[in-house]
């Protein structure tokens, strides 16, 4: 243990550095720059409840004084050093007091540091400072660069959802800020395509007795059976002032942006078409999507498409037509072709 002594490891920001350069990323990077170690430790620390390190909230959020002292002492007696783009990496005497870290009582959570690098290290700058503020808002304050990448929140979400950084509750909070402990779900996944199985006596039976939550419960069999990972809203909830679910759909065209939310009507036309078109334009007008689906079940033999409203971009189609064209084609293709 004679590096740990000599060089004071034991303090928790020169063994966290040590030990973070050690780790690989979802990438296989072990390299780490000064942001990125600053918000590494800070996720770390609040995972954990330590607060060891001490954070201040300057211009880009939770930094530390302590952080960038200890990487300055840690280079200048050879345990790590810096390449010309300003990444840190050990070296041999970092690794060898690596291992000595290892071998002592280290007090440190080592799942939670290597769940903590692979959450943030392959980030961008803006997607990092973004997560972090959205996950600690108080190191907002001071903040220069929060108002940018507000402007830029909805790219920045569907990245993060990509990288698979950010869960349901996390989407509800950032992407529909608007819409008030309503819980979200929206999952950029591949669509299986067509070939859509249900049973359209079963679909008749429900539309005849008019059972709204049935319909509900035998749409989102159908979206599964898509991939799409829908959310679907509690049935019971107030109506509104939400829709019935929110899918992602890959490959869809300009005019059409993800997510799309979805409302299901029964025998719409007693309420009136253009009620419910009013009505679902307001829901998207009050969320951060702009694109729509009525999807309206009814005894009557309808058209596929009964209207279509611009801005927000809301398509108004037959249910059961709907559905019967799901398979025999994938819905990307469908909605393509409507819009």
């Known amino acids: 243990m004679a590096l740990i002594n000599d060089f004071g490891l034991e303090t928790p920001e020169r063994k966290l550095t040590l030990l973070l350069l050690s780790i690989p990323d979802s990438q296989k990077n072990t390299k780490i720059d000064i942001l990125h170690l600053n918000k590494i430790i800070k996720y770390y620390e609040e995972e954990t409840a330590k607060n060891e390190v001490i954070f201040s909230n300057f211009n880009l959020g939770a930094v530390s004084y302590e952080i960038e002292e200890n990487i300055k002492f840690l280079e200048d007696y050879d345990l790590i050093e810096k390449d010309e783009k300003g990444f840190y990496t050990l070296t041999n005497i970092g690794e060898e007091a690596v291992r000595e870290l290892l071998a002592s009582n280290l007090d440190v959570d080592l799942k939670k540091l290597i769940e903590s690098k692979e959450k943030l290290n392959d980030l961008s700058f803006d997607e990092l400072l973004f997560y972090m503020y959205m996950k600690f808002p108080e190191t907002i304050v001071n903040s220069t660069q929060f108002k940018k990448l507000e402007l830029m929140s909805k790219n920045l979400i569907k990245k993060l959802f990509i990288k698979n950084?950010?869960?349901?509750?996390?989407?509800?909070?950032?992407?529909?800020?608007?819409?008030?402990?309503?819980?979200?779900?929206?999952?950029?996944?591949?669509?299986?395509?067509?070939?859509?199985?249900?049973?359209?006596?079963?679909?008749?039976?429900?539309?005849?007795e008019s059972n709204y939550k049935e319909l509900i419960l035998f749409i989102e069999n159908v979206f599964k059976q898509l991939e799409l990972s829908p959310y679907r809203y509690n049935i019971d909830d107030n109506k509104d002032y939400q829709s019935d679910f929110i899918i992602w759909v890959n490959d869809l065209n300009h005019r059409i942006e993800n997510p799309i939310l979805v409302d299901i009507k029964l025998n719409a036309f007693k309420i009136g078409a253009n009620k419910i078109l009013n009505n679902f334009a307001n829901i998207l007008n009050n969320s951060n999507t702009k694109t729509g689906i009525i999807l309206n079940f009814s005894k009557e033999n309808n058209d596929l498409v009964l209207s279509v409203q611009k801005n927000p971009y809301v398509l108004f189609l037959d249910g059961k037509k709907f559905l019967y064209a799901l398979k025999q084609k994938a819905l990307a293709n469908l909605i393509r072709e409507l819009t």
């Open 165 to 208: 950084k950010i869960d349901v509750g996390t989407a509800n909070n950032w992407l529909f800020s608007s819409y008030n402990n309503i819980s979200l779900k929206i999952k950029e996944k591949p669509i299986k395509g067509i070939g859509v199985d249900y049973d359209i006596n079963e679909l008749d039976s429900i539309i005849k």
